[in-house]
């Protein structure tokens, strides 16, 4: 069993920044990957960003490249996402899941764990 507890949402102006955290715990032996989706009202869970534990390989969704950062501390068994130039259409829940494995990595099925979630919003 993993454990995922996010934090460092909020509320903040379009433009600027945020750093969410999520911890884990438990069997943090056996990850292969953390990733960060969000899910804003009346919409679908969304892919945002992902990264693996050994090596750090990382991809992001199109609409946050460029503003978005994703990083892990293994020692601390948090993965971060940066967001920068936040816009208003980046309001929703940010969630983190761990990873399975390797293949379609934006898809919900390839992720077992889940946070219960952090809310970001933005006002314009």
């Known amino acids: 069993q993993v454990q995922l507890v996010e934090s460092g949402g909020g509320l903040v102006q379009a433009g600027g920044s945020l750093r969410l955290s999520c911890a884990a715990s438990?069997?943090?032996?056996?990850?292969?990957?953390i990733g960060w989706f969000r899910q804003a009202p009346g919409k679908e869970r969304q892919f945002v960003a992902t990264?693996?534990?050994?090596?750090?390989?990382?991809v992001y969704a199109d609409s946050v490249k460029g503003r978005f950062t994703i990083s892990r501390d293994i020692a601390k068994n948090t993965v971060y996402l940066q967001m920068d130039s936040l816009k208003p259409e980046d309001t929703a829940v940010y969630s983190c899941?761990?990873?399975?494995?390797?293949?379609?990595?934006?898809?919900?099925?390839?992720?077992?764990?889940w946070g219960r979630g952090t809310q970001v919003t933005v006002s314009s």
């Open positions: 438990g069997r943090t032996f056996s990850m292969y990957g």
């Open positions: 899941a761990r990873l399975k494995g390797s293949g379609v990595i934006e898809s919900t099925f390839m992720y077992d764990y």
């Open positions: 990264i693996t534990w050994s090596d750090a390989n990382t």
